[in-house]
């Protein structure tokens, strides 16, 4: 991936200036869509589930930096007859991402956001006995939003675009933000 990890470790040395200002990580998991084109007419089109770890640095109420890892699908197809031929086939993604997030309290414990940023992605796409590797350089961009139990445990509800031709990638996910 072209990402650095370091880019993980930035995100816990950025200085502290306001009271505001938190480090956090968190985890989710939801449904995915994977739509790819296979060749010969032939598609993929499925839905899967997907998770995501990542972690980030609130500079203040309104304005925050992620870098996330996501396991975006594992679909597969069955055998399906494309212009007279049997077709199987699957397809694996990952993706590494960094995006800045704008968030608008609603409440002192809920928040909506939108994030955008980059993502740079693998996927491994498999037709009949036939195997490809293919990767890309991407805008990623969502929507969501956030309720705080406590200053420091969150659940979110979030929407991710991965703004690819081929393959076209997009996440629903639920998960948990843990604030230090």
């Known amino acids: ?25 968190g985890f989710g998991w939801g449904p995915s869509q994977v739509n790819a084109d296979l060749g010969g007419g032939a598609t993929l089109d499925e839905s899967s589930s997907g998770t995501k770890l990542f972690a980030g640095y609130s500079f203040n109420k309104y304005i925050a930096v992620e870098a996330a890892y996501y396991n975006i699908a594992q679909a597969s197809v ?13 397809a694996e993604m990952q993706g590494v991402a960094v995006y800045g997030v704008g968030l608008y309290p609603l409440s002192k414990k809920s928040d909506i956001y939108i994030n955008l940023g980059v993502v740079d992605w693998d996927a491994d796409i498999r037709v009949n006995n036939t195997t490809a590797q293919t990767d890309g350089t991407d805008i990623l961009y969502g929507v969501g939003a956030v309720y705080a139990f406590t200053r420091n445990v969150a659940v979110f509800a979030e929407w991710d675009m991965f703004n690819s031709d081929n393959p076209e990638m997009s996440m629903l996910g639920f998960g948990f933000r843990f604030s230090f």
């Open 1 to 25: 991936m072209k990402i650095s990890s370091a880019l993980f470790a930035l995100l816990f040395c950025l200085p502290t200036t306001n009271v505001l200002a938190q480090s956090y990580v």
């Open 78 to 90: 069955g055998q399906v007859i494309v212009s007279g031929v049997p077709v199987s086939a699957s």
